[in-house]
T-cell receptor, first 112, second 113 residues
C-alpha cells in the first residue's frame, strides 16, 4: 500500500532533550516536506527536500533540522526542543510534477 | 507573500448544503486543493481543481473557482454527520518549482443531526 509513515504518533518530551521524528514513503517520490499545524494558523511548511541531499527552509524553519540521505526517508530533528514547538507535525511526499501530495498520519508533539 | 484565508467555523443541519469559502493571493498557482481532516487523523485530499477551470464536480462535492476574485469554494450537497471535520483550502506555490502547498487556517464544519 502506498503510504507515508511517521513515527512516533505521539510524543511528550522535556525542554532541551533532542528528538527525531521519522518519515518514510514507499512511492519513490522525489519531493518531501514537513509541516506543523497550529490552531487558527493552518499548516505551515518547516523544511522541504526536492531530492536526495537537496533540502531547503520553508516558512518556519527555526529550531528544526532535516536530512535526506535516502530518497524514502526525511527525518525531522529538534536539537533542543522548546515549548513553542508543541504542535501537530505532518510529513508529506509528492512525485515531481505530480498533482497530489500524500500526507502521513501526523505526530503530536508536546514539549514541557 | 502568498496567503490563503478561510473562515474558521461553519455549522449546518444534516441534509442541508454546506459551502466553505476560501480566498488566495497567488495568481500563478497551478492547482487549488481541498483537504479534509477528521479528528485525530491526517489530511485526506478531497478534490483539486486546475487553475484554468471554473468548476469541478465529484459526487456530492462541487468546487467553484473565480480566478478574477481569487475565490475558491467547496459545496457539499446533502451534508451528513460524517462530513464533520476541518476542511483546508490550499494552493500550490506557482512562483517556484518546490511544490510547496500554502494552506488556509482551516474551516471546522459542524453538522447537527
Amino acid at each position: 500500500e502506498a503510504q507515508v509513515t511517521q513515527n512516533p504518533r505521539y510524543l511528550i518530551t522535556v525542554t532541551g532533550k533532542k528528538l527525531t521524528v521519522t518519515c518514510s514513503q514507499n512511492m519513490n517520490h522525489e519531493y518531501m516536506s514537513w509541516y506543523r499545524q497550529d490552531p487558527g494558523l493552518g499548516l505551515r511548511q518547516i523544511y522541504y527536500s526536492m531530492n536526495v541531499e537537496v533540502t531547503d527552509k520553508g516558512d518556519v524553519p527555526e529550531g528544526y533540522k532535516v536530512s535526506r540521505k535516502e530518497k524514502r526517508n526525511f527525518p525531522l530533528i529538534l536539537e533542543s526542543p522548546s515549548p513553542n514547538q508543541t504542535s501537530l507535525y505532518f510529513c508529506a511526499s509528492r512525485l515531481q510534477g505530480g498533482t497530489e501530495a500524500f500526507f502521513g498520519q501526523g505526530t503530536r508533539l508536546t514539549v514541557v | 507573500g502568498e496567503d490563503v484565508e478561510q473562515s474558521l467555523f461553519l455549522s449546518v443541519r444534516e441534509g442541508d448544503s454546506s459551502v466553505i469559502n476560501c480566498t488566495y493571493t497567488d495568481s500563478s498557482s497551478t492547482y487549488l486543493y481541498w483537504y479534509k481532516q477528521e479528528p485525530g487523523a491526517g489530511l485526506q485530499l478531497l478534490t483539486y481543481i486546475f487553475s484554468n477551470m471554473d468548476m469541478k464536480q465529484d459526487q456530492r462535492l462541487t468546487v467553484l473557482l473565480n480566478k478574477k476574485d481569487k475565490h475558491l469554494s467547496l459545496r457539499i450537497a446533502d451534508t451528513q454527520t460524517g462530513d464533520s471535520a476541518i476542511y483546508f483550502c490550499a494552493e500550490s506555490e506557482g512562483s517556484s518549482n518546490t511544490g510547496k502547498l500554502i494552506f488556509g487556517q482551516g474551516t471546522t464544519l459542524q453538522v447537527k443531526p
